[in-house]
């Protein structure tokens, strides 16, 4: 998936992300292609309005999505001695960027 597809990481971001990352979700590219469709069109029951987001761009959303992030965050909190209540909501904020979408990838996603 372009945007996510480093071809290596270097050893200082790998240091970093092994000190301060409690926790990683991989996703399949499907995961973030349906997160892009969702993205992509308006959802006039909620008032969202589409927004031109490329497939990398919403990977975090993708991400937020998935109910192994409830999972994870839960596990994290148990660890650090602060469990979250099985009834509280999860929330997530996320940024959703990239504006430069391939045109015919983006029009086979919008409703």
Same mark, same amino acid.
């Given at each position: 998936?372009?945007? @996510?597809?480093t071809?290596?990481a270097?050893?200082h971001n790998v240091?970093v992300? $092994?000190a301060?990352?409690?926790?990683t979700?991989t996703l ?5 292609y +349906? ?8 959802? #006039?029951? =909620?008032g969202?309005? /589409?927004?031109?987001v490329e %497939?990398?761009?919403?990977?975090a959303?993708?991400?937020? $999505?998935? %109910?192994r992030?409830?999972g $994870?965050?839960? =596990?994290?909190?148990?660890? +650090?001695? #602060? &469990?979250? &209540?099985?009834?509280? &909501? @999860?929330?997530i904020?996320v940024?959703i960027s990239? /504006?430069? %979408? ?5 029009? =086979?996603l +919008? =409703?």
């Open positions: 998936m372009q945007g @996510l597809t071809p290596f270097g050893h240091a992300n $092994l301060v990352l409690d926790g979700i399949e590219d499907e995961a973030i +349906r997160a892009q469709r969702r993205l992509v069109n308006d959802d #006039t029951a =909620s969202w309005v /589409g927004e031109t %497939p990398a761009g919403a990977a959303f993708a991400a937020a $999505l998935d %109910p992030t409830d $994870l965050i839960r =596990s994290i909190h148990g660890a +650090r001695g #602060t &469990p979250r &209540p099985t009834d509280a &909501p @999860l929330r904020a940024t990239g /504006g430069n %979408p391939d045109p015919a990838q983006l029009s =086979s +919008r =409703s």
